[in-house]
């Protein structure tokens, strides 16, 4: 069941729904109002650059349906909002938001979007679901925090290495003393990224996967703050300092609740929204009908 709430263009095909014996050919029948198939047919052709049923007929007429679908949950979306009397507009964007539970950055996002008339929809069809199912919506901090422990692997940090760089090519002039006097700085304590800033003004170029792995390799060697003499890697004599290594790990879930809150309302939204428009579908009943 497709369950995207957005704002299609199906103005047409509300407006062309009709009854059922005013119909010739119907697609559809929901609750006793028929939908034209030559509206739904235009619109997939248009969708498919020109490409008609005959094309692929099985991958047509299951996208007729997908239309046929978004129609319905659209129409029946529509007539449960205005039999609650919720307008999708701003200020039940608004409303929708200043009502969240989320940290003040979250709301400041949600605020920037109360302009856009498909967040006011959402907004609407989230207090549709709110009025008729009381408390399903809510999140409790052990939603948040399963939510969080599933799915660890989003908020994973990878281990960070910062290494310092003091670089020379091999074939520039003078390169082997330059680097020879950048080590005897470095042993009379002058500043590693000083001389860096000095000796490697041009900078060293994204190093390729050899050099890369080199220069892993003797970082790997060295405790935070340690250094190496010169090394030869590649085209280029290095000296290295490890300024820091952090370690990999998970962000933790005080600093990405908001994150964990706004997809666990999301996914509860979809399934009440799912679970609902298949109620209403069984109500109001929809025939597909045979071409």
């Known amino acids: 069941m497709k369950l995207a709430i957005v704002f299609i263009a199906m ?13 010739p050919d119907p697609v559809a029948v929901l609750g006793g109002r028929a939908i034209p198939r030559s509206a739904v047919e235009k619109r997939l052709i248009r969708e498919l650059g020109g490409e008609s049923r005959s094309a692929r007929p099985a991958e047509f007429d299951l996208q007729v349906r997908g239309i046929v679908e978004e129609y319905c949950f659209k129409a029946l979306l529509d007539e449960d909002l205005s039999n609650a009397g919720i307008v999708a507009n701003e200020k039940t964007a608004i409303d929708y938001v200043e009502s969240k539970k989320a940290d003040p950055e979250t709301k400041s996002k949600l605020r920037s979007l109360t302009g856009d008339k498909e967040f006011q929809y959402k ?12 408390g399903a919506l809510d999140v409790g901090e052990m939603e948040i925090s399963d939510y969080y ?15 310092g760089i003091i670089a020379a090519r091999v074939d520039e002039p003078r390169a082997r003393e330059k ?12 500043d590693f990224a000083r001389i860096a800033e000095e000796m490697s003004h041009d ?9 890369l792995g080199e220069i892993r390799k003797l970082a790997k060697s060295l405790r935070p703050g340690e250094r190496t003499d010169i090394v030869t890697c590649g085209p280029w004599l290095l000296i290295l300092k490890l300024e820091n290594v952090q370690k ?4 933790p879930l005080d600093q990405v609740r908001g994150t964990v809150m706004e997809s666990v309302t999301a996914l509860k939204e979809k399934n009440c929204l799912e679970r609902h428009l298949k109620r209403r579908i069984e109500e109001v009943g929809l025939e597909m009908c045979r071409k």
């Open 11 to 23: 103005v047409a095909l509300a407006a062309m729904s009709a009854p059922v014996d005013d119909v």
């Open 123 to 134: 907004a609407a069809v989230h207090m549709l679901l709110d009025h008729l199912y009381p």
């Open 149 to 163: 422990n599933y799915n660890r692997s989003m908020f994973r940090i990878p281990e960070n290495t910062s290494v």
């Open 179 to 190: 680097m020879e006097d950048a080590l005897a700085q470095l042993r009379q304590k002058v």
């Open 203 to 211: 900078g060293m170029p994204d190093p390729g996967p050899e050099e």
């Open 248 to 251: 990999a790990g998970y962000v």
